[in-house]
């Protein structure tokens, strides 16, 4: 089989399920009738063949791009020579995607780079990190290295960002502060809408940063919320977003991602960068990636269809969850979190851990539509047997 033929084969694989069928289960979802019916057989039979259905670490379940898979294959015969010149190529792509100068980009191996980066570079022991209780832990493990401050703000009902907390945290400190936001949220998968955020960092409160992490911001479908780099283009120095190819573009394990901001703050973090430069394979896939618009709607829609199926199930169950924007949802379980998972991996499905203080919530990434169906299977089996 030539490398061609092979990558179209995979193309194929990919694009498995027709737009049709993907646009009705996405619309429509499941039946309440369908879900119930389909515990009938009982619980799916697991084996030591079994493949693992891995829900637990919001990556995306398709796999990278065929073309982007084809172009990190076609990377590895120039992988001795060092990769500067194309790496470039990419910071200019990007920064004409997102409408700013190739100065405003800065390469990164994965968005966790740039936190710590930002940390190195613009903090020092006495700058506080103002974060909300609960959200993606990067950033209070960095600051927690740097020997930080790091000033937690308890979430409003439903899991909210309280903006007004943050503020209030920034405004009481005399010290410089960085405010990091993950927008859509992680584990909660909810938005803060832009007009709560914008006003914030246009009034330029003295001797903050914002961190802005958009790392799911491809999968939203809230017209509430507007990514920051509008204000990049506008030129406030005062905000830094991080973007990554780990999520909708699929290459979690390729580690590349990138910082949006002012030059002068983006020159400072370089400094602390663990490379000069990423490597070929990764580069070459994430400038294929950005071109493929076919697969990122086709993955979007993906992620629609199963995060639909998973609703459909747990408003069958009648449990409580949370509005979703991105690649995961988080939901109430009735029972003990850990013996849960315990459960769920004795079946052959890894599921989200614990996120204190949400000890009674789990979190959820999303599958295939087809490893949902197994999933949710499994959600109205055990709830017969009292597990859930």
């Known amino acids: 089989m030539s490398d061609v033929t092979y990558f179209n084969k995979k193309r194929r694989e990919i694009f498995k399920y027709s737009s049709a069928i993907i646009g009705g289960l996405a619309l429509g979802g499941l039946s309440k009738t369908a879900l119930a019916s389909s515990i009938s057989s009982g619980i799916p039979e697991v084996t030591e063949s079994s493949e693992l259905i891995r829900i637990n670490y919001n990556e995306n379940p398709l796999g990278m791009s065929p073309k982007a898979q084809y172009a990190a294959y076609l990377a590895i015969a120039k992988a001795n020579r060092y990769p500067y010149h194309d790496e470039g190529l990419l910071q200019r792509k990007i920064a004409k995607l997102h409408g700013i100068d190739k100065t405003n980009v800065l390469m990164l191996q994965g968005s966790c780079e740039g936190i710590r980066s930002s940390f190195e570079a613009l903090a020092t022991s006495e700058t506080q990190l103002v974060i909300p209780e609960l959200t993606y832990e990067g950033g209070p493990k960095y600051a927690k290295i740097m020997g930080m401050n790091i000033v937690r703000v308890p979430m409003l009902p439903g899991f909210k960002f309280d903006v007004d907390g943050l503020k209030k945290a920034v405004h009481e400190y005399t010290g410089p502060s960085i405010v990091y936001i993950v927008n859509p949220n992680n584990p909660t998968a909810t938005i803060t809408p ?24 491809e999968f939203v479908n809230d017209t509430q919320f507007r990514s920051v780099d509008g204000l990049i283009r506008e030129g406030y120095n005062n905000v830094v977003l991080l973007k990554t190819f780990s999520k909708i573009f699929a290459m979690a394990g390729m580690r590349i991602g990138y910082a949006l901001g002012n030059a002068d703050l983006l020159r400072k973090m370089a400094n602390y960068n663990t490379s000069e430069s990423l490597n070929y394979c990764a580069i070459e896939a994430a400038s294929t990636s950005l071109d493929d618009q076919e697969f990122i709607n086709y993955s979007k829609t993906t992620i629609d269809t199963s995060r639909q199926i998973l609703i459909s199930a747990l408003k069958t169950l009648d449990l409580e969850y949370l509005p979703s924007e991105a690649n995961f949802l988080f939901h109430r379980v009735n029972v003990p979190l850990v013996s849960y998972q315990q459960k769920m991996k004795e079946h052959g499905v890894l599921i989200g851990r614990a996120f204190p203080p949400a000890t009674e919530w789990c979190r959820i990434s999303m599958g295939t539509p087809e490893e949902m169906i197994r999933f949710t299977q499994l959600m109205l089996s055990f709830r017969t047997k009292g597990w859930l």
């Open 194 to 217: 832009a007009d709560l955020i914008e006003p914030w960092i246009k009034s330029k409160p003295k001797n903050t940063l914002f961190l802005v992490d958009e790392a799911y911001a």
